[in-house]
Nanobody, 120 residues
Framework: QVQLVESGGGLVQAGGSLRLSCAAS????????MGWYRQAPGKQREWVAI???????NYADSVKGRFTISRDNNKNMVFLQMNSLKPEDAAVYYC??????????????WGQGTQVTVSS
């Protein structure tokens, strides 16, 4: 099986920073894209950022210029550096990976989520 495990969430004051990490483990042939989503109470899960295996990244407009996504392909990890946090960034953050367990099929996997709380 494949597991994605997030870490790094917590409580931070507005204007502060947090760095989220996500590690993929299990039988993995290759990881295509890795990314982050978030879900605030009463809202739908929304996409935050994505990064390809080659390092190309893209961001939601709401976090562009404040968040930076990166990955370590050797360790099957993805990171999200979050700066200048705002109360509206508070949510459960989920790691997402589109990966192949063999040469033929790809599948999406999700982590269990890590809570980010931003106090005003």
């Amino acid at each position: 099986q494949v597991q994605l495990v997030e870490s790094g969430g917590g409580l931070v004051q507005a204007g502060g920073s947090l760095r989220l990490s996500c590690a993929a483990s299990g039988i993995i042939y290759t990881i295509n894209t890795m990314g982050w989503y978030r879900q605030a109470p009463g809202k739908q899960r929304e996409w935050v950022a994505i990064i390809t295996s080659g390092g190309s990244s893209n961001y939601a407009d709401s976090v562009k210029g404040r968040f930076t996504i990166s990955r370590d392909n050797n360790k099957n990890m993805v990171f999200l550096q979050m700066n200048s946090l705002k109360p509206e960034d508070a949510a459960v953050y989920y790691c997402h990976a589109n990966l192949r367990r063999n040469a033929f099929t790809s599948q999406a996997y999700w982590g269990q989520g890590t809570q980010v709380t931003v106090s005003s």
